[in-house]
């Protein structure tokens, strides 16, 4: 039944006086509540913590010490750019496509809508092309910058060359302008309702919704493979999942995730939950779930998340499930903590306690840190210390940001234009909801690790560093072990991963999966995405490895499979958890993985007494 003209149009007009007093009560709202947050927002964003000015300033004294340099640079781009104008004004305006230029053979998303292939928007987003490539090659042809000071200048060029696009602007962008005529104004009106909503959660600053928070429940969309948290401390909870298979491999399997972000991200829906698949493999899994630190834990060091973390959770383990060994898995920082902990077991004779390891995308060696270095020198880790010294952690917000900045085209900007130029609401999706779970960190732990792991780069020598009471070495370590790396990762560079693995003193496979740091792991066979190379020789450089691997089509999971079950082959009925041994802990995923930073009833999850816990650490 069709609707009547009349009552749609008389629907459209009540909505969109709603929407408009709404704009206007919440930007009342704002204006009342600038003072208690505005000022210090402001404060923030002029606080030069990365040195970009400081950066750039340097570039200008380059630049201008060879002016014909700079001048013929100049006069190629206007070159370039007469000659895009003059075969767009001579084109027949009335075709409706052109053919793709040169400048769009990298096939960007960002352009990919058939309106950017008409006539005049096919000249706006080519000049923007040509005026990117300009700039970008400006910055990086300069060598005389000190390395620190060039990969700042390249990155934050990049960032403002992605912030530049026309897709970023209403009256360039041809989808926006499509859906204002096409809404008579609504996906505007829309856009700044979603805009204000932000701020005002943001306080001040502005926190793009990349998804709804309530678009997945934890236990039920999200983390809902079956389990039970068997332990818990102050930094952490354990927790142990049901087998689904009659027999599972004797030894145990450990997963110590990064505590920046949750470890949901390897259990997420059960068709990419690792975890979930782990267990249907015939394996024992335990993870580790990270608490979501306050001010009460600004004093928490990296000993501690080694002692009450891993350390903590193989005694738990060993007890539970009467063995002497275990084989783990590290990611990302999880990974660095892991390499540790192998390094301070092998320093107190402890060795045979870990079986075997698996590192996903982790850094041991940072001498490469990629994109990520520029956050990270001596100056801005100072300012970071300093703003953590008045919390007693850094904020979720700025890690998230941080992050977010190394691939800003997709979680920054396309949110921009969705949200706030066409109006939309974010769509579901699993990886962005676990990505928007955002986490603390502790100021203590935090400034340590950037300092040694980062700075100083300590962990790959020979006993540069001694945690909680023991040198690591990890030339010293024996333990077979496997990696897994990602061809595109921004946050830990494959090449960077490779040196690390070549650390150890005992037989390591690495493999070289496709993607990133997220999709690059959480790529089930079902899927059949991606690709991985393999490559048993480790003595030649990263490189030379590539070109001599072998590579496989799939996921990288099938591989691991036959690895772990090479280390662990004897089975053993399945250890099913009796619900009256547990009947005082809580269900996966538990409340410290439960709790969500920008949940509306925002309380710390509750603890057990510390007498009440499975084990106590002697």
Not at 202 to 211: P, R, S, T
């Amino acid at each position: 039944m069709k609707k009547d003209p009349a009552e749609e149009s008389i629907y459209e007009g009540v909505e969109l006086e709603r929407l408009w007093q709404e704009v206007f009560q919440k930007t009342v709202d704002l204006s009342q509540s600038y003072y208690s947050y505005g000022i210090k927002a402001v404060e923030k964003q002029v606080a030069d913590d990365h040195g970009i000015q400081k950066a750039f300033a340097s570039l200008s004294e380059q630049l201008l010490s060879d002016p014909e340099k700079l001048s013929n640079s100049a006069n190629k781009f206007w070159e370039q750019q007469i000659d895009l104008w003059q075969k767009w004004i001579t084109s027949d305006s009335t075709l409706i496509k052109k053919p793709e230029s040169k400048k769009d053979k990298k096939n960007d998303v960002r352009f990919r809508s058939e309106l950017w292939n008409t006539w005049l928007f096919d000249y706006v987003r080519n000049a923007y092309l040509l005026t990117a490539e300009h700039l970008q090659k400006t910055v990086n042809n300069i060598d005389s910058l000190d390395e620190r000071t060039a990969r700042k200048v390249k990155f934050f060029t990049k960032q403002y060359v992605d912030a530049m696009s026309p897709t970023n602007f209403a009256t360039l962008n041809p989808d926006v302008l499509k859906a204002t005529v096409d809404s008579g104004g609504k996906n505007l009106l829309s856009g700044l309702n979603n805009f204000l909503s932000d701020l005002e959660k943001g306080k001040g600053e502005l926190a793009i919704k990349m998804v709804d928070p309530d678009a997945f429940i934890l236990g039920k969309d999200v983390a809902a493979t079956a389990g039970k948290v068997i332990y818990e401390n102050e930094l952490m909870q354990l927790i142990q999942y049901q087998p689904t298979t009659k027999f599972t491999y004797e030894i145990p399997l450990l997963i110590i995730p990064p505590w920046i972000n949750k470890y949901y991200i390897l259990d997420l829906t059960p068709r990419n939950s690792f975890i979930k698949w782990a267990i249907d493999q015939g394996h024992t899994v335990f993870v580790i779930s990270w608490i979501n630190p306050d001010t009460s834990h600004a004093d928490k060091t990296f000993d501690d998340y080694l002692m009450e973390g891993p350390l903590t959770a193989l005694d738990v383990i060993e007890k539970r499930c009467n063995t002497k060994q275990t084989n783990l898995i590290g990611y990302c920082l999880g990974g660095t903590l892991t390499a540790v902990l192998l390094g301070w077991l092998k320093s107190g004779r402890q060795q045979k306690r870990v079986n075997s390891t698996t590192f996903f995308t982790s850094m041991i060696d940072f001498r490469e840190p990629g994109e990520l270095g520029v956050f990270v020198d001596p100056e801005g880790i100072d300012a970071l210390e300093k703003r953590m010294a008045t919390r007693g952690y850094l904020e979720a917000s700025e890690m998230a940001t941080t992050f977010n900045m190394l691939r800003s085209n997709d979680l920054i900007w396309s949110f921009v234009v969705n949200n706030y130029l066409l109006g939309k609401d974010p769509v579901p999706f699993d990886l962005l909801y676990w990505n928007s779970d955002a986490t603390r960190m502790p100021a203590k732990m935090h400034s340590y690790y950037l300092r040694n792991m980062y700075i100083h780069n300590k962990l790959r020598e020979p006993k540069g560093l001694t945690i909680a009471g023991r040198p690591i070495d990890l030339s010293r370590v024996t333990t077979p072990c496997y990696f897994i790396s990602a061809k595109d990762d921004h946050i830990a560079p494959w090449k960077s991963t490779f040196s690390g693995a070549k650390l150890f003193g005992g037989k390591v496979r690495f493999v070289l999966g496709g993607s990133g740091h997220i999709a690059g792991i959480v790529n089930p066979p079902a899927a059949n995405k991606y690709c991985y190379w393999s490559n048993d020789e480790l003595t030649h450089d990263a490189e030379t490895w590539l070109q001599n691997a072998k590579k496989y089509n799939g996921s990288w999971w099938n591989d691991w499979a036959t690895w772990i079950e090479a280390q662990n082959s004897e089975k053993v009925p399945a250890r099913k958890i009796k619900r009256n041994e547990t009947s005082k802990f809580e269900d996966a995923p538990g409340s410290y993985a439960k709790f969500r930073l920008d949940s509306a009833v925002n309380r710390k999850p509750k603890r057990l007494p510390l007498n009440q816990s499975v084990l106590k650490r002697t």
